[in-house]
């Protein structure tokens, strides 16, 4: 059973479109992570948000903390297709990790 | 930035032979670090969390005498998949824990294929 529900789970879409992905849990985090990973390698950190209602930009990619810190989504502006990979949210609890099911994003140009 | 490696980055295995994996913090010292499985297309699910100096803690429903791990220095930690079944075939991932207690860097993953 996974603690950290992922949706979609897929998703393809034409480069300058818009995305959103959601990650969402019952259970209340003390930070959740956003991470991408490319095939055959490990995860890479994309971001941290600690408080609930947070909003942190990186470039072309938006990220909120539910105000419960139990979900959060990310947003990405005119994706491209650098953009494709799987897309990972971890939550910590406890001083432990527990990810996502993902939500692999694939670019098309 | 903190780099951790992992040792090999792939392995081939016999059935019934065990192997063991390393993961390395190189530019910084971790009293914790965790150890994650990846079935393909999946995501990634916490085994263990390794503790410098104490045994691991294992995650509900993982074997601790099938998956072995050693946490003897500040800067490495091994796990050993003992008497390896082609099911134990897998790609495992180490993260080491930094300074703040939300903080962990991943290591490159290792593919072990159990034939």
């Known amino acids: 059973t996974q603690l950290l529900e992922q949706s979609p789970q897929f998703l393809s879409i034409q480069e300058g479109e818009n995305l959103t992905v959601y990650c969402n849990s019952s259970?209340?985090?003390?930070?959740l992570q956003w991470y991408r990973q490319e095939p055959g390698e490990g995860p890479v950190l994309l971001v941290t948000?600690?408080?609930?209602?947070e909003v942190k930009k990186l470039k072309r990619l938006t990220f909120q903390f539910g105000d419960a810190r139990k979900d959060s989504s990310l947003h990405i502006t005119a994706a491209q297709p650098g953009d494709t990979g799987l897309y990972l949210c971890?939550?910590?609890?406890?001083?432990?990790?527990?990810f996502g099911s993902g939500t692999k994003l694939n670019v098309k140009p | 930035g903190a780099v951790v490696s992992q040792h090999p980055s792939r392995v081939i295995c016999k059935s019934g032979t065990s192997v063991k994996i390393e993961c390395r913090s190189l530019?910084?010292?971790?009293?914790?670090m965790f150890w994650y499985r990846q079935f393909p297309k999946k995501s990634l699910m916490l085994m263990a969390t390794?503790?410098?100096?104490?045994?691991?803690?294992?995650e509900q429903g993982v074997e601790k005498d099938k998956f072995l791990i050693n946490h003897a220095s500040l800067t490495l930690s091994t796990l050993t998949v003992t008497s390896a079944h082609p099911e134990d075939s897998s790609f495992y991932i180490c993260?080491?824990?930094?300074?703040?207690?939300?903080?962990?860097?991943f290591g490159p993953g290792t593919r072990l294929t159990v034939l």
């Open positions: 259970s209340v985090f003390s930070s």
């Open positions: 948000v600690v408080t609930g209602g």
């Open positions: 993260s080491a824990g930094g300074r703040s207690y939300n903080e962990q860097f």
């Open positions: 971890a939550g910590e609890r406890f001083n432990k990790f527990y």
């Open positions: 530019d910084f010292q971790a009293t914790t």
């Open positions: 390794s503790n410098e100096g104490s045994k691991a803690t294992y």
